[in-house]
DNA sequence: TGAAATGTTGGGGCG
DNA sequence: ACGCCCCAACATTTC
């Protein structure tokens, strides 16, 4: 090396002069174990954050009203507790492409960090972004969220393809598991220094200029049912492990019960990760009490199921719109609107079915039980569309997940990955009589005046009939 | 993570 | 005592 020439690294320092790293927000709305958070924090530099709502480059997925409501509460948490590092948030409704294009040429920075998302639209957008900055020498640092160190990695043993059948899948990623890894429920960081670009951006970017949520305030409701962020999420988490695990096995196929641990919206967006639930749960699965630890393996296996579904939608990108199965081509679903609306309005005179959906409309979420026998009646008995339902339930669910709607819809109506076999049709009464034996769920979201409507179609006749339509489709 | 149809078994009533 | 029928309870098969 020549005496006067300055040494790289003294060289790279000198080029950060003045610069800052971009920190983009999506669905990892919290401050710890955030890998993303930390390794802007470790830069050195000043970090800039954004949250980016694109319903454009979204569409048709672009987030649901439910979700919407769900998202604008978790960024207030997620801006407050920012705060406390000298982060702000700063909130911008367009385009992820043009926008953080456009941050990064206007604020100075020279690296940007995020955690990927698997939802087609967003795997096009993230790479999009990586491939233009790395043109323009910006560094790009990605961490992928969940139990999987990277989807595109994990395949068969045997012929190194991605596994298509649930179980296989388990087995291998729970034998994989280290539980010597640890995700903190509290990270230790070190505070932001706040950059001069601040001064200029201050309280520009208001989660307000979002437009999440809806005029007509369908949403106010949801508020007596739901706390959001970080620390109800951990709460949540708490109170499921300390007081409800125990009876999770034998209870959480009773919808009128509360044995589910309630996370699902929390980890949708990230305000806890999977891997700090994990954590929670190895003490008891390696503790000295069977009960505790069949408890913990058994919801282990239940989170597992989105790990796969998101892992699935990585592998399989079109199983957004169209089903795994491609055999089933839209003119095998029938087009019946009315009773499609019946269903969505919980009008189908069937108890279970329609205490399912008035909660769904009152909350924002069902049981999952329900969830399946709903699906069923509407895709198996009345022959319609998965898709139509899974469009209801992204609308109105505040816990709608592309990756787990999708899977779940295909899988209820047979066209999916590791799908129920065609003939598995639900009966909702003798759904009722096993899992609601005293009408405890149904009583309770249904008016006890309600006027019993004959049930809109005969559960007999539309089982055969679907049956039949099956496979007819199975023979083609 | 289903339901219905069909098959099997065994106990009890009864001629 | 025996055979017969009925039927509940359970098991197996089928869709």
């Known amino acids: 090396m020549f005496p006067h020439t300055p040494h790289p690294e003294l060289q790279i320092r000198h080029s950060q ?23 802007a924090l470790s830069q050195s530099k000043p970090v800039i954050a954004v949250y980016i709502h694109s319903p454009q480059e979204d569409a048709p997925w672009s987030e649901g009203a439910a979700s919407r409501w769900w998202l604008q509460q978790s960024l207030s948490s997620l801006k407050k507790d920012l705060l406390e590092l000298n982060i702000n948030l700063h909130c911008i409704k367009g385009n992820s492409v043009e926008k953080i294009n456009s941050w990064v040429n206007k604020h ?14 967003r795997v096009k957008c993230e790479n999009t972004i990586e491939a233009q900055l790395n043109k323009q020498n910006i560094t790009v640092k990605r961490f992928t969220p969940g139990l999987l160190p990277s989807p595109s990695k994990f395949l068969t043993l045997s012929n190194e393809t991605a596994y298509r059948v649930f179980t296989p899948f388990y087995r291998r990623l729970r034998a994989e598991l280290n539980f010597s890894d640890y995700y903190p429920k509290s990270s230790q960081h070190i505070k932001n220094t706040i950059s001069k670009e601040e001064i200029k951006l201050k309280d520009k970017y208001l989660i307000s200029n979002l ?16 706390t959001h962020g970080e620390g109800s999420a951990h709460k949540m988490l708490d109170h499921f492990i300390e007081d409800k695990i125990l009876n999770y096995i034998p209870d959480r196929d009773y919808p009128a019960t509360d044995a589910t641990s309630s996370l699902s919206a929390h980890l949708h967006f990230g305000e806890i990760s999977l891997q700090q639930v994990l954590s929670a749960l190895i003490p008891l699965i390696q503790g000295n009490s069977i009960n505790h630890s ?12 989105r790990e796969y579904a998101q892992y699935i939608m990585y592998h399989f990108p079109h199983t957004a719109l169209k089903p795994m199965n491609e055999k089933y081509k839209p003119n095998f679903w029938k087009d019946d609107k009315e009773m499609l609306q019946k269903w969505q309005q919980g009008n189908t005179g069937i108890t279970l079915v329609d205490a399912g959906m008035k909660q769904l409309w ?6 999952n039980r329900v969830r399946m026998l ?7 008995n009345m022959g319609i569309n998965w898709q139509h339902g899974a469009n209801w339930f992204w ?6 997940d592309l990756a787990n709607n999708s899977m779940g819809w295909q899988w209820v109506a047979g ?3 590791d799908a129920a076999p065609y003939f598995r049709i639900f009966n909702p009464d003798t759904q009722s009589k096993k899992f609601d034996k005293n009408n405890a769920y149904s009583n309770y979201w249904l008016q006890p005046d309600r006027l019993i409507n004959d049930e809109i179609i005969d559960l007999g006749s539309s089982r055969k009939e679907a049956l039949v339509r099956y496979k007819t489709q199975i023979k083609n």
């Open 17 to 39: 002069n003045n610069m800052n790293t971009l920190l983009w927000f999506q669905r990892d709305l919290r401050l710890h174990h955030n890998p993303s958070l930390d390794w």
């Open 108 to 121: 100075n920075i020279d690296s940007v960090v995020w955690t990927n998302r698997v939802e087609p639209n």
């Open 211 to 226: 437009d999440l949520l809806d005029t007509h305030n369908w949403h106010s409701k949801l508020n007596k049912y739901w």
């Open 294 to 305: 069949v408890a913990a393996e058994g919801f282990l296996r239940q989170l597992i199921w």
């Open 362 to 367: 009152e909350t924002g979420s069902m049981h």
């Open 374 to 380: 709903v699906a069923s009646l509407l895709t198996k």
């Open 395 to 400: 609308d109105t669910l505040v816990d709608a």
């Open 415 to 417: 066209c999916g990955v």
